[in-house]
């Protein structure tokens, strides 16, 4: 039996999509379900849903032989897995966002749920921040003085105008990911590469 663990939340829906058309039986209700692993018997895989920031996590440490999870948080995790397949669906882009006019050469005190790509992203301009890190809901901080801007994700967009906020530099390009345990990638090749070959065809 082969073990995926996919991201919950926001990424499902089209992880499950994907599946599918990828000819994989996922229970009907797998968006809707409070069951943390399930199983398709028949073709011997089994889906455990995650957290998307601990997919990475399940995945280092062999507890999944694959994962599907978004690069933003491969990337901050900077997780030891093997990435194989851009899968081309949860598009977003991390983006510094804040009040309209603000100058990046002023910020100091950036607050964020990425406290790597912030803290690379102003190293690279040549300036040291503060990083504020937080759980979600970000926009809040800029609003009440608490940062001067935020490195968040921006899908629709309706977060950041909804608060009277901006998008003033792009930090990165996000999507999907197929990642793989290093051990299973080397021992578990054919079902791995079976399983690549099923979702890049999509
Ligand atoms: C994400 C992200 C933004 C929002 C962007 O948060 O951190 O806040 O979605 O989406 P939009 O551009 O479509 O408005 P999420 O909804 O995952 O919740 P969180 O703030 O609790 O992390």
Known sequence: MIT?????????????????????ELPAD?????????ADEEQNI???????????????????????????VLYEKSADVYELLDLGFGMCRLVVAGPEHTDLSNVSRVATKYP???TEYFRKLGKQIEVISLQGSVELAPLIG???CIV?????GRTLRDNG????AQVAEVSARLVANRRSYQLRSTEVDHMVSRLRTV
């Open 146 to 148: 608490l940062a001067d």
């Open 30 to 38: 797998v968006e809707d379900t409070r069951r943390l692993v399930v």
């Open 46 to 72: 089994r889906y455990l849903l995650a957290k998307p920031v601990d997919v990475p996590t399940y995945v280092e440490h062999g507890a999944a032989d694959l994962g599907i999870v978004g690069k933003d």
């Open 4 to 24: 995926i663990a996919l991201a919950k939340g926001r990424i499902l829906v089209d992880t499950a999509l994907k599946l599918r058309l990828g000819g994989l």
């Open 165 to 168: 906020l901006v998008v003033l």
């Open 116 to 118: 790597r790509y912030a």
């Open 152 to 156: 968040d994700l921006v899908e629709t």
